[in-house]
Each structure stands twice: as structure tokens, then as C-alpha cells.
């Protein structure tokens, strides 16, 4: 394969895994707390709606900013009918997803118009890294890319330093492990698990603004096909831990990318197989012990 | 429990609340948005029950699906298993029951039909049979396992329909189109209902008698209700009965899946299942998972779809806002159920002994 | 008012969850720098009144003081940063992450940082100051249960406590790590420190402690210096006098039949390698009471449930009929379906064997005579389990089970929560289960109310089943341990 064919192939792996680390390292976040966010799609949606109504009125960067705002909102939703009302997490996660990708949708045709014409913002464009993004191979698939995924190359390292060194990650991770316990050392289960389902809402959204923001240039209904289910496998994939989130979302994001690439070299199988791989590698995961104890010990028990 | 008993009532009561409330949200969006309430409300009568086609063509032809995987979503509940993939049981069975019934073009309906929907119901049960062993020998959660398959299954399908089922001019990503003699027949001249509703109708009987009038029905429902007490009072073999219980949900979503295939389509397309997984979900909550309710909250949900086609037709409201009621519909029941059960363990504590 | 030589001091304590009365005016004082033991038996209130002393529960009356202090704890973090260590019962710690995380858990916000080296440090410095020792970066599942212990008690001391409460410690510990504790509690004490250690072990209490309270129903019975105290009156005290009349009243002659239920060299070890029961044989008759006693943790609730054939032995034989009846302990979980109907509850007993099509009317018929014949207070047969208050779903569970006219049943603390009538009732009937030939076997932790039924005692005593004579004396020194 030539330099030019893999080093495409890879950016456009990162270009497609973005939107879904986002995701997914919102998610992780939240299934740490013991809580699965089935929700995150009408995050996600509501993001991406909201940067699309946010940019009109300011550009890209209110644009994210209200993108987050919305996630967070969506989240807010649901962490008052799972904390508080201790209702089942799957059924309120199902029913946040539908609500979120119908309302947008609505409101979608509703202000912008039946027509079915797509409205455009403009979108932010890649910004090459001087001197990194001439490295051979990996140098414009990694660093000739839009802010946002720039952002990402902290977020995750950030995020993996909070988990690992200090202590409010201890105390999260506690919480996911053992409510009662956490308890007993003085922490606040309830209130740990809003505030990483408020994370999760943001990050979801900005998974919804880099969409529409960085990539598409507009807003659809249904646009978020299903990336908030796929969050929750990739945090399956990445073992629950910030670097394997986010080596797994790349893994997703090559696997799209394989279809462009298939496309470009000839290959002829059918795309739809590199891109149920991911879904199946993730079963195969789920059944060895090792993927089974990677999982927060209280993952998905009712909130007590 | 009996249909009728105080509990029944005041369940159903609450679901009636809840679907009242899900109604006026609709109203408030209408408003909202700037169009005209009556012309909306008009247009969603006639797009559901205003006309005979409206009604048997729109609501019921709708409701069919609805129904079926509802009721696969109802047994799945009452033995306590989240079986989230519906969808994708529902595309297994599709599948399979095309490939049948393109096999029998030649065969006369007696035959291919009930084979057709066979196969159906084969590979509905099989797809979830995989997250059941998954359950059952390695304790995967068969949120996450259901929800994985649902994508498995839809990019099987994909090759599916671009490769070995492909219609035969290789053009559209889609099946041929099923010998006529492979088709579900129509029950109502002129119209597009057929058969499968009143399938549908005898299966929600046949479950409901199964669940309250079998001791396999009541091991099902304690399985469900209470495991500890089952396994210890009851001596029930709850794992089995669990495992079960989650391959007849898989069965029945597939056989939704045929029924689609072989009564409105005729054949198999990207696309094909508009998320009856998910709206089937909102239609078992909405029914308490009692199966003769699930009647009632099929054709509820067929005609807030058909109404809601309507009302975009003719008074230009989008569709998308059906999913916003179901999802309403679903929290407000499981809001009201919540609240119900913190208000009765304040007033009426059971007096369970603390650790001392 | 309050004292400032106690280290800690409740008064008037109460504490009622739902109905059911846990304390009722209780009283306890500890004096600083003295070790002092708070026994009980099962359901007295220890564990209750503890949990409120260190801000895990809130009582519905009564004060806490620590150090003279009045406190009003919001949470367990008050109490902690109060000087206050729990040791818990069932070990509170996250399986999944080292010993070095579990000590450090709690200590800082939601960015301070945590340095896994520090901690480990910390770890090792508990270890060379106090004597317990702990490998830092082993993780807490893979320890053994002493080793889990002595990371539960570094926690506590890691908050420097000062105060440290241990519920139950030696219940999983074997004799050699008992004796290795309770060394190093007495150190702990010397140094200034005070204990409070909740036991039921009388002899080992009276042995190491400066000073005893005993709880008995949510009360303060008994609270003195150990010097000088006699392990009878302690045990009286805990499980309550005992009139003449008791002593009598099992005295009767029954015929007794074939044995029904039968033990052969019966040995059970529990999924974490413990024994709990040790080479029991033993038979139980057709047309008798076999009472069981046994103090928690001495092997009872597996022989319960041996009996009752829902536990399987590792070792040896269990012949048991296919039709025990069982009354658990735990009947909103084990025997019970709260959510459903009194009937459906009925049918539940013939959920795993029942075929085809249910009979509802016939069960409906059974279920009304069930709710006639055992005085159950409700208002139909349709309403739900949970609607009925703790003494009638007993009377139900019993008569459920009584009304498939099984060989043989077991009950489990059969009158824990009734009242007095509700009690007779249920003592009535499982005479009358006797009477009917039915081999009876009856565990209570209410010495008062085993004996008032037993025509022979089985006493369970670290795993093994000893025989008595149905006497209080008898069976409270077989209780521990002395026969």
C-alpha cells in the first residue's frame, strides 16, 4: 500500500473515531459511576441540533458551547428519572434516545422548514501542526486535523492522569466498584453520578457539534446513527480505561475508513463486513473472562 | 393477576394517565410550533380512524408489527430479561424468511407460508439464543449483548441484500419481490390488512392464556418477579425458564419480522425495520406487559403513527414528533410507577427487620 | 450531662425501621482508653446502635456525644473526621482495587492528588507502627479474609481513629487469628485508644474486655465492669430469663415414627473454602419438635437449610423427602413474592413441579382456607403479599407450606417480628403439625421460645451438633461451647 493510500486511510480513521471518542469518553466516565447511559444517542442528536441553532447565531465556537449545553441538558433529564427517581436505567436510556432524535427532528423541520433543502454553517476547518504534520505516514492523519480533535489529544491524557492520580478519580472509581463502600469512606454516590452524567451529557453533545460543526456542515434528522450505541461498545472494547477508549474508537473509526479504502484500492468485499468487525471482536470480549471483569463491579445495578 | 383486580385497575389507570398526558405534549408541540390545533387534530383523526382505509390500511396494517414484538418484548420483561435487541431478532427472521420464500416461488401459499413464517420465527429465536448462551454461561449483560447484535444483524443483512439475495438486475440494494402465492392474503377487499393482524390477535390471546393459565406461564412470571423466592419456595429451575423465556422473545420478534416480509413489503431492504425494537419497548411498558393490553397499545401506537403521517400530509406537522410521544409515554409510566412505589413504602411499611 | 472520660456516650436511644422497634431507650457508655464489649444476641440492636454512633444511620431519638461532645452526624464523614473507625461486619471495601486505594479512599477532593507510591508509603508505615501489615499493591479480593480484616481495621486507622468499632470481627477468622487480634486490640488500648467490640462470643469478650453492655430487644439490660461477671449472668442476660413453667411444657411423651429426615456424616463448606458444618449425623422423627440452637456463625443456618434440602452437603449423605416444608428467615425474599397476590404466593409452592393448566379457582379455594385456618388479617385473597404486616405473611408462609402436607418441616426464627398472638398462633400450629405426624425441626435464636417447643435440642456450636436436654442451663453452656 503506498504512503499516500495508508496515510488517507488513517485520516479519515481519526476523522470518523472523533465524534465517537467524544462519545464514548463521556460514556466511560459515566458507566465508571456503575450507571450505562443508553441515552447518550439523544445527547448526541441534541448536540449536534443545538451547534447547528448556536452556530447560526454566533459561529463555530458558541456553536460548541451550545452544543455541550444541550448534551448536558439531555443528561440532566435522565439523571433526574435514574438517581432520583431510581427508575430502570436500559428503559429511561431507551426512551431519552427516542426522545431526543424525535424532538430534534421536529424542531429541525419545524424552524428550518419542510423542504427538505439542508441548511449549511460553515464548519471549521483542519489545521495542520507545523512540523509534526510533515511526519511520514502519520504526520497529516494526525496532525492536520480541526481543533476538536486536537482537543481530544489532551482530553484523554488528562482524563487518564484524573482516573489513575487523584482522588477524586479514586473516589469515582469507587463508586462504580462498590456504592456501599464509597459510602462508608464518605463520598456520595448520588451526587458522583450526576456529576459525571452532566460529563457525559456535555461530551455527548460535543460529539453531536463535531458533526455537524467539523465534518458535515449541516444537520439531518437521525444524523447520529446510532453512535451513542456504539460508544457503548467501544468503552466495552477499551476495557473501561481512557487509553483503551480511545484506541477502540479508532479501531471503529479505521472501520469505517476501510470502506473509503476498499473503495480507492478495489478491494471487493462487502464493506458491511469491516464494519460489523468492531460489533463482533466486542461479543467475543464480552464472553472471555477477561472482558467480563473489566467491568465496574456495580455496572447497570439500580441506584440505591 | 386477575384483569380485573384493584391492582389491574389502578395500573391501568396510570397508563391511561400517561398516554393522556403523551396527547396533550403533542398538543403543546402543535401549538408551539406555529400551526393550527383543530386543522392538526383533523388531519390526525383522519390519518388514523377517520376513513375504512385509514383505519384497516394505516392503524391496524401498523399496529401488526407493533403487536408481535411487543408481545416479544412483554415475555422478555416478565422473566426479567432486557431484551433490547428486538430489532435485530426481527431482522434475522426477516431475512430468513425471505431466502424461504424466494426458495418456493414455485410452491403453492399453503405450503410456503407457514414455512416462510417457520423460519421466521427459527431465526428470531436463534439471534437471540446468542446473547441468551452469552447470559447464561459467560454473565454477559444482555443490555449490552442484545444492543451489539442489533448492529450485527443489520450489516448481515446489508450483505445480504447486496450480495446473494440481490434482486436479480443487480441495481437496487434490495430483494425480488415474493411470488404472489407467497404472500400473506389481504383479509378485507380493498384494503391492505392482512392476515398477520389477526395472527397477531390470536397470539396476544394464546400468550395471555399461556402466562395466567399455565404453570410453564406462572414459572415464566415468578422467574420474573421474584428469583429467590421462585428458586427457594418454588423449587423452579429459574435459569432454564430464564433462558427460554429469552429465546420465545427472540421467536416472536422474528416472527414480526416475517409477518412484515410476507404482508406489507414483499420483500427485504436496507432500512426495514423503522426501530419497531425500540417503539415494541414503549408499546409492552405502555401495556403493564399484560398481553391483551398489548393489543390495545399496538393499535394505540399504529395510530399515532398513521395520525401522525396524516397530520404531516395535511397540516404539514413532522412526523418525527411520534417518537417524541412515545418516549414521553414511557417516562411518564415509569415516573408514575416510581412514584407510586416511594409513596406506598412511606405509608405502609413492611416492617422488614433491620440488621441488629 | 455528658461525660468527658466517655469516649463515647448514647443515651435513650431509639430507632424504629417501618414497624418494626430495633432500639428502644438504649444506653451506652464507653470510657476512654478501656476496651468494651457490646453483646447480644441476633436482633438486639448492636449493630443498629453502632451504625447510629458512627453516622451511617440517624436514630429517631435520643443524643451521641464523643469525647463529651454532643454530635449530630450528617454522615459517616463527620464521624470519621470526629475520630471514629467502623470495622464492618460484611467488609466494605472495593474488591477491584488495591489495598494501598482502599486506605486512601475518602481522603481529599474531586482533584487532590493521589500518588499511588504516597500511599503505598502510608500503607507500609501503619504496618512497621501498628503490627498490621499489609502488601500495598495486593489487590483487596485476592487477600484472605484475615488479611481483609486487618485492611479494614489500617483504614480506620489511616483516618486516625481514635475510637474504633468492630462489628463481629472473629465471626470469619479462624482461633489463631482471633487470638492475633484481640493481642493487638488490648496494644491498641494501651496506647490511649478506646474499642468497642461487638460480639455474641461471650467467653472471648469477658476474657479481653475492661467493660460490657448487653442489648436485648432494643434495651440496655446489663452494663458493667467485667472483673468479677460470670458468663451465666451474661448470657442470661442476653437471651432473657427463662420461667420454670418453659422447662415443663417440653416435657411430653410423643410416639414418634420412622426418622424422616436423616444426616449422615454431613460436612458443608461454603463457596470461600470455610467450614461451616463438621461431620454431622443425625435423624429427626416423624411426630416430633427437634429444636436447633446455635449462636450466628455456628453453622445453624447451613444445617437449616441442609435439612430443608435447598443446600446440598460436600461431604457425606442428606437423605431428605422430596416435600420439606421451608419457612425462611428472609421471607419477603426467599418465601415470598411481595408484588403478587396471596393466591399466586400459594401457587408458588408448586411452581418448579407443576404441569399444564393451573387450577386458580381450586388454589383460590386453598388460599382462603390457608388465610382461615392460620388467622391471617387481610382483606381478600387478591391483595398483594406486601400488603400484609410481618406477622400475617408468617402465619400464611406457614400455613402455605403446612397445607401441602409435607413429611417434614423446617421453620427458621419462625416468631422473630410478631406479636404475642400471632406467636401463639404459629407455636400452635407447628403442635399441631406434630400431632399430625409431620417431623419438625425448629431453629430460633429466642432460647425462651426453642425450648418452649422442642421435645429433644440439637446445638450447634462451631459447625458441629451437639445433643442436650431440653433445659436452659443445658443449651446455653452447649451455646458456647461448654458440654
Known amino acids: 500500500m503506498s504512503e499516500g493510500t495508508f496515510t488517507a486511510f488513517l485520516s479519515s480513521g481519526v476523522r470518523f473515531a472523533t465524534p465517537l471518542a467524544y462519545a464514548a469518553l463521556g460514556e466511560l466516565v459515566v458507566e465508571r459511576t456503575g450507571v450505562i447511559n443508553i441515552g447518550l444517542e439523544g445527547a448526541i442528536i441534541g448536540g449536534a441540533f443545538g451547534a447547528l441553532v448556536f452556530a447560526g447565531a454566533g459561529g463555530a465556537p458558541l456553536g460548541f458551547a451550545g452544543a455541550a449545553l444541550v448534551g448536558m441538558l439531555v443528561a440532566t433529564i435522565f439523571a433526574s428519572f435514574v438517581i432520583a427517581l431510581k427508575t430502570d436505567q436500559i428503559i429511561t436510556g431507551t426512551a431519552m434516545s427516542m426522545f431526543g432524535l424525535g424532538l430534534t427532528g421536529t424542531l429541525y423541520r419545524s424552524i428550518y422548514g419542510t423542504a427538505g433543502a439542508s441548511l449549511h454553517t460553515p464548519t471549521i476547518a483542519p489545521v495542520p501542526v507545523p512540523v509534526l504534520s510533515s511526519i511520514p505516514f502519520i504526520g497529516p492523519a494526525l496532525f492536520n486535523q480541526p481543533v476538536v480533535t486536537y482537543a481530544l489529544y489532551a482530553i484523554v491524557p488528562a482524563l487518564a492522569w484524573w482516573f489513575y492520580r487523584s482522588t477524586g478519580g479514586l473516589a469515582l472509581r469507587a463508586v462504580g466498584e462498590n456504592p456501599e463502600a464509597a459510602s462508608a469512606a464518605g463520598i456520595s454516590p448520588a451526587r458522583v453520578q450526576w456529576i459525571a452524567l452532566l460529563f457525559g451529557g456535555a461530551m455527548g453533545g460535543l460529539s453531536g457539534g463535531t458533526l455537524v460543526l467539523a465534518q458535515v456542515g449541516t444537520f439531518s434528522e437521525g444524523m447520529s446513527a446510532g453512535r451513542g450505541f456504539i460508544a457503548i461498545a467501544i468503552v466495552v472494547l477499551g476495557r473501561w480505561t481512557p487509553w483503551g477508549v480511545a484506541g477502540a474508537a479508532l479501531i471503529f473509526g479505521g472501520a469505517s475508513a476501510l470502506q473509503t479504502l476498499a473503495q480507492t484500492t478495489g478491494w471487493t468485499m462487502p464493506y458491511q463486513l469491516p464494519l460489523a468487525f468492531p460489533y463482533v471482536l466486542t461479543l467475543i470480549l464480552l464472553a472471555t473472562a477477561r472482558g467480563r471483569s473489566a467491568a465496574p463491579a456495580a455496572l447497570g445495578q439500580r441506584v440505591s | 393477576m386477575s384483569v380485573f383486580s384493584r391492582a389491574a385497575r389502578s395500573q391501568a389507570s396510570a397508563s391511561v394517565a400517561a398516554a393522556l398526558l403523551a396527547l396533550a405534549a403533542v398538543a403543546i408541540v402543535v401549538i408551539a410550533g406555529g400551526y393550527d390545533l383543530g386543522h392538526a387534530a383533523t388531519a390526525m383523526w383522519t390519518g ?65 407460508i407457514p414455512l416462510e413464517l417457520l423460519a421466521g420465527i427459527l431465526a428470531g429465536a436463534a439471534w437471540a439464543a446468542i446473547a441468551a448462551v452469552l447470559k447464561r454461561r459467560f454473565g454477559v449483560l444482555e443490555v449490552i449483548s442484545t444492543l451489539m447484535l442489533n448492529y450485527v444483524a443489520l450489516f448481515a443483512v446489508g450483505i445480504l441484500i447486496y450480495g446473494p439475495l440481490q434482486e436479480p438486475t443487480h441495481v437496487y440494494p434490495e430483494t425480488a419481490p415474493l411470488a404472489v402465492s407467497a404472500r400473506l392474503p389481504v383479509i378485507i377487499a380493498g384494503q391492505r390488512l392482512h392476515v398477520g393482524f389477526v395472527l397477531a390477535i390470536a397470539l396476544a390471546v394464546g400468550i395471555w392464556w399461556f402466562m395466567r393459565s399455565t404453570a410453564a406461564g406462572f414459572r415464566v412470571r415468578v422467574a420474573g418477579a421474584g428469583a429467590a423466592a421462585a428458586a427457594s419456595a418454588g423449587r423452579v429451575n429459574v435459569e432454564r425458564v430464564v433462558f427460554r423465556s429469552f429465546l420465545a422473545s427472540g421467536a416472536l420478534a422474528g416472527l414480526g419480522g416475517a409477518v412484515q416480509v410476507t404482508g406489507v413489503t414483499y420483500k427485504l431492504f436496507e432500512n426495514f425495520s423503522p426501530g419497531y425494537g425500540y417503539t415494541a419497548i414503549a408499546v409492552a411498558l405502555l401495556a403493564r406487559l399484560n398481553p391483551l393490553a398489548v393489543i390495545v397499545a399496538g ?25 417524541v410521544i412515545e418516549a414521553l409515554v414511557i417516562l411518564g409510566v415509569l415516573a408514575v410507577d416510581r412514584a407510586r412505589a416511594v409513596a406506598a413504602s412511606r405509608a405502609e411499611p413492611l416492617g422488614e427487620e433491620a440488621v441488629a | 450531662m455528658t461525660d468527658p472520660a466517655f469516649a463515647l456516650s448514647l443515651r435513650d436511644v431509639a430507632k424504629r425501621f417501618g414497624k418494626s422497634v430495633a432500639l428502644d431507650g438504649a444506653r451506652f457508655d464507653v470510657r476512654a482508653g478501656t476496651l468494651h464489649a457490646l453483646l447480644g444476641e441476633n ?44 470495622v464492618h461486619q460484611h467488609f466494605l471495601l472495593v474488591p477491584a482495587m488495591t489495598v494501598a486505594e482502599n486506605v486512601a479512599l475518602g481522603a481529599g477532593g474531586p482533584i487532590g492528588r493521589f500518588d499511588p507510591a504516597v500511599a503505598a508509603a502510608r500503607v507500609t508505615t501503619i504496618g512497621v507502627e501498628t503490627g498490621l501489615v499489609l502488601e500495598p499493591q495486593a489487590r483487596a479480593a485476592d487477600l484472605p479474609v484475615g488479611a481483609q480484616q486487618r485492611l479494614e481495621i489500617v483504614k480506620a486507622l489511616a483516618r486516625n481513629a481514635k475510637i474504633l468499632i468492630l462489628d463481629e470481627p472473629t465471626a470469619v477468622l479462624t482461633p489463631a487469628e482471633s487470638r492475633e487480634l484481640y493481642a493487638w486490640l488490648r496494644g491498641f488500648v494501651a496506647r490511649g485508644n478506646t474499642v468497642v467490640l461487638i460480639t455474641h462470643k461471650v467467653r472471648e469478650a469477658l476474657a479481653i474486655a475492661d467493660d460490657v453492655t448487653v442489648l436485648r430487644r432494643g434495651k440496655t439490660v446489663l452494663s458493667r465492669a467485667t472483673a468479677g461477671l460470670d458468663e451465666a449472668a451474661v448470657i442470661a442476660a442476653m437471651v432473657g430469663t427463662l420461667s420454670d413453667d418453659v422447662t415443663h411444657l417440653a416435657i411430653g411423651t410423643h410416639a414418634t415414627g420412622a426418622a424422616v429426615l436423616s444426616l449422615d456424616r454431613v460436612s458443608v463448606i461454603d463457596d470461600r473454602g470455610v467450614s461451616r458444618l463438621r461431620d454431622v449425623s443425625l435423624d429427626i422423627h416423624a411426630g416430633e419438635i427437634v429444636g436447633i440452637a446455635g449462636i450466628e456463625g455456628s453453622g445453624q443456618r447451613e444445617l437449616v437449610r441442609v435439612l430443608a434440602g435447598r443446600l446440598a452437603p460436600s461431604v457425606g449423605t442428606a437423605r431428605i423427602p422430596s416435600h420439606v416444608g421451608f419457612v425462611p428467615e428472609d421471607r419477603l425474599r426467599d418465601a415470598l413474592i411481595p408484588a403478587m397476590s396471596l393466591v399466586e404466593n400459594l401457587a408458588l409452592k408448586e411452581a418448579g413441579s407443576a404441569r399444564g393448566v393451573m387450577n386458580w379457582s381450586g388454589i383460590e379455594l386453598r388460599a382462603r382456607d390457608v388465610v382461615r385456618d392460620y388467622d391471617v388479617r387481610t382483606g381478600s385473597v387478591d391483595l398483594s403479599a406486601a400488603s400484609l404486616s410481618g406477622g400475617n405473611q408468617q402465619k400464611f408462609v406457614l400455613g402455605r407450606e403446612l397445607d401441602a402436607s409435607p413429611d417434614a418441616l423446617v421453620v427458621e426464627n419462625p416468631v422473630r417480628g410478631l406479636d404475642i398472638r400471632a406467636a401463639a398462633h404459629v407455636a400452635g400450629a407447628l403442635r399441631a403439625a406434630r400431632a399430625a405426624g409431620v417431623a419438625v425441626a425448629v431453629y430460633s435464636s429466642d432460647l425462651d421460645e426453642v425450648l418452649s417447643l422442642a421435645d429433644r435440642m440439637l446445638v450447634c456450636f462451631d459447625g458441629r451438633v451437639a445433643v442436650t436436654r431440653v433445659e436452659a442451663d443445658a443449651v446455653s453452656r452447649a451455646l458456647v461451647g461448654l458440654t
Open chain 2, 48 to 112: 388514523s380512524a377517520g376513513s375504512a382505509y385509514s383505519l384497516f390500511s394505516g392503524t391496524l396494517l401498523r399496529a401488526t408489527p407493533l403487536i408481535i414484538v411487543g408481545l416479544a418484548i412483554a415475555v422478555a420483561f416478565q422473566a426479567g430479561v432486557l431484551n433490547i435487541g428486538a430489532d435485530g431478532q426481527l431482522l434475522a427472521g426477516a431475512a430468513a424468511t425471505i431466502a424461504t420464500g424466494l426458495a418456493m416461488a414455485a410452491a403453492p401459499g399453503w405450503i410456503s
Open chain 2, 299 to 323: 393499535i394505540f401506537f399504529g395510530a399515532l403513527e398513521a395520525g401522525g403521517a396524516g397530520m404531516q400530509r395535511d397540516a404539514g406537522v413532522p412526523s418525527g414528533f411520534v417518537f
Open chain 3, 43 to 86: 436482633g438486639a440492636g448492636k449493630t443498629t446502635l453502632m451504625r447510629i454512633a458512627f453516622g451511617m444511620l440517624r436514630a429517631d431519638g435520643g443524643t451521641v456525644a464523643s469525647n463529651g461532645t454532643a454530635r449530630q452526624w450528617r454522615s459517616s464523614a463527620d464521624a470519621i473526621a470526629a475520630g471514629i473507625g467502623m
